[in-house]
T-cell receptor, first 116, second 114 residues
Framework: DADVTQTPRNRITKTGKRIMLECSQT?????MYWYRQDPGLGLRLIYY???????NKGEISDGYSVSRQAQAKFSLSLESAIPNQTALYFC???????????????FGQGTRLTVV | DQQVKQNSPSLSVQEGRISILNCDYT??????FLWYKKYPAEGPTFLIS?????DKNEDGRFTVFLNKSAKHLSLHIVPSQPGDSAVYFC?????????????FGTGTRLTIIP
């Protein structure tokens, strides 16, 4: 089983619909992230959470919300989906390693979301 | 404002030759850099990293070079193999007493020609 699991893997939804993307992890990491990937724009951070009580906006949080239900679960919601939210979405986790504050992030397999 | 840039969207290299992927950054506060590799239908996977106190880090066929004065890093793959065909992202981080997060570049699609 994957360490970071995203559901669904693919989703087509209509404009204006609410949709939730879910992420669960078995790595025991405190830190979780949501990114979106768009052609030519790379990976951009939407929201991140350093523990269950901590939620932070990333560089492109408008139109999105998140919920950290437990250490292992971090959900991303689109309250009213619009076509320019069509993208590949990735959940990631990380933890501090040693004194170097290494933050190697581990990614899920992605959710391809299409808003029509 | 793209703080981490990969100016080559794609690169093709003959099998067995050296692949060089480049990354430029603008924020001098970045102190840790990573390269990720991504295959289609999969999430990015960590490849190699380098701290700003070093100028080179090597792991098997992969070497990352950092030139702080030029704000430039590069990933060398030698020899290149067909399985190296993927999209490569560079990423950078600012140490901030636990408040770190990664800023990614736009990616370079590497194709290894058999």
């Amino acid at each position: 089983d994957a360490d970071v699991t995203q559901t669904p893997r693919n989703r087509i939804t209509k404009t204006g619909k609410r949709i939730m993307l879910e992420c669960s992890q078995t790595k025991g990491h405190d830190r979780m992230y949501w990114y979106r990937q768009d052609p030519g724009l790379g990976l951009r951070l939407i929201y991140y959470s350093f523990d269950v009580k901590d939620i932070n906006k990333g560089e492109i949080s408008d139109g999105y919300s998140v919920s950290r239900q437990a250490q292992a679960k971090f959900s991303l919601s689109l309250e009213s989906a619009i076509p320019n939210q069509t993208a590949l979405y990735f959940c990631a986790t990380s933890d501090l390693v040693g004194q170097g504050w290494h933050t190697e992030a581990f990614f899920g397999q992605g959710t391809r979301l299409t808003v029509v | 404002d793209q703080q981490v840039k990969q100016n080559s969207p794609s690169l093709s290299v003959q099998e067995g030759r050296i692949s060089i992927l480049n990354c430029d950054y603008t924020n001098s506060m970045f102190d840790y850099f990573l390269w990720y590799k991504k295959y289609p239908a999969e999430g990015p996977t960590f490849l190699i990293s380098i701290s700003s106190i070093k100028d080179k880090n090597e792991d098997g066929r992969f070497t990352v070079f950092l030139n702080k004065s030029a704000k430039h890093l590069s990933l060398h793959i030698v020899p290149s193999q067909p399985g190296d065909s993927a999209v490569y992202f560079c990423a950078a981080r600012i140490s901030n007493f636990g408040n770190e997060k990664l800023t990614f570049g736009t990616g370079t699609r590497l194709t290894i020609i058999p």
